[in-house]
């Protein structure tokens, strides 16, 4: 029994380590993305896919994952590659956690594609929501531009740009997430057992999602290469 017990623990402390090495590499890979992929949409405002991955951590190992790796990127950012500081720092953080945070938790809470569904949706509206509020807010701080001007560009620049960039993000997590899950749970860092209304693995099911999510991403590029036309 105790050998049992020993066993045990030992196989979760190695899944826990599992854990934090995953986690690590995708801050690292998340903060990368900022680095090395920054495409203009609008203005000064540029598209990086962090968030995506952010948002398939929050998945695979739930809502507070998201957050203190949306902290940890937003902060290594500032100090590194940002030209705005702590407002940007903060502005960084709030539109990442969001959308990541909502959708993640919603997902834990109903784990199936259609909890996913609703979780990225949830997040897409409470980010471009709020970032509107905090563009209104902070915006004219670090811009140096007069807040009657800032207010000029919410509905015709910021709107918009939070849109397709959560509706983007959305759409490359629904095609990430159940390939890359099922990796973890071949490396044993995800329970193998399926959750709760999916049947696990079989990815004809989830044909019709990636063939939406594929339009979804084909439209927002088009969109974005439009807009800078």
């Given at each position: 029994m105790q050998n049992s017990i020993l066993a045990e623990n030992k196989q979760e402390?190695?899944?826990?380590t599992k854990k934090l090495v995953v986690l690590s590499l995708m801050t690292a890979l998340a903060y990368m993305s900022v680095f090395i992929v920054r495409i203009p949409v609008v203005l000064f405002l540029k598209y990086e896919p962090k968030d995506v991955i952010i948002t398939v951590a929050g998945f695979m190992f739930g809502p507070l994952a998201s957050l203190v790796i949306s902290a940890v990127v937003s902060l290594v950012e500032m100090v590194t590659i940002s030209s705005t500081g702590p407002i940007g720092a903060l502005m960084n953080f709030i539109s990442t956690s969001a959308f990541a945070c909502s959708a993640a938790l919603i997902y834990k809470k109903v784990h199936t594609i259609k909890g996913a569904v609703i979780g990225l949706a949830s997040g897409?509206?409470?980010?471009?929501?709020?970032?509107?509020?905090?563009n209104y807010l902070i915006t004219p701080l670090y811009m140096g531009?007069?807040?009657?001007?800032?207010?000029?560009?919410?509905?015709?620049?910021?709107l918009p740009f939070n849109l397709i960039k959560a509706?983007?993000?959305?759409?490359?997590?629904?095609?990430?997430?159940k390939p890359l899950s099922m990796i973890m749970k071949k490396a044993h860092v995800l329970?193998?057992?399926?959750?709760?209304?999916?049947?696990?693995?079989?990815?004809?099911?989830?044909?019709?999602?990636?063939?939406?999510?594929?339009f979804l991403v084909a439209t927002c590029v088009a969109v974005i290469i439009i807009w800078n036309l």
């Open positions: 402390t190695k899944m826990d897409t509206l409470l980010m471009t929501v709020l970032m509107l509020a905090w531009t007069p807040r009657e001007a800032v207010a000029g560009m919410l509905l015709p620049v910021f509706v983007l993000n959305s759409a490359i997590t629904m095609l990430l997430y329970p193998e057992a399926p959750a709760a209304g999916e049947s696990g693995g079989h990815m004809k099911k989830y044909a019709f999602v990636y063939v939406i999510a594929g």
